[in-house]
């Protein structure tokens, strides 16, 4: 049984940063990369971002290009996504699960709580 629980989120404003943090449980990932994805309200969930366990490679997409960074704790099973120079467009909730690194598509069909990301101006 895969667990993954996100933490990290909370408010923050226009310019600022977030640290999220994906603690992944119960099963090895190493064949997948761990990817973020977020919801913004009234809006379909979006990739934003994944890393391989292996090798450390990172996608992200464009909008959040130059702006965000992966990173992982192997040892910990943990994925972190730092976030800077934040946007009123990055306020969602933010979820992680593990992705075909092909695809970046989720490999499980559950989520977790997620965690609320809010950017005020």
């Known amino acids: 049984q895969v667990q993954l629980v996100e933490s990290g989120g909370g408010l923050v404003q226009v310019g600022g940063s977030l640290r999220l943090s994906c603690a992944a449980s119960?099963?090895?990932?190493?064949?997948?990369?761990m990817g973020w994805f977020r919801q913004a309200p009234g809006k379909e969930r979006e990739f934003v971002a994944a890393?391989?366990?292996?090798?450390?490679?990172?996608y992200y997409v464009d909008t959040v290009k130059g702006r965000f960074t992966l990173s992982s704790d192997n040892a910990k099973n943990t994925v972190y996504l730092q976030m800077n120079s934040q946007k009123p467009e990055d306020t969602a909730v933010y979820y992680c699960?593990?992705?075909?690194?092909?695809?970046?598509?989720?490999?499980?069909?559950?989520w977790g709580q997620g965690t609320q990301v809010t950017v005020s101006s």
């Open positions: 890393i391989t366990w292996n090798s450390g490679r990172t």
């Open positions: 119960g099963r090895t990932l190493s064949k997948y990369a």
């Open positions: 699960n593990a992705v075909g690194i092909a695809t970046m598509s989720p490999v499980f069909g559950f």
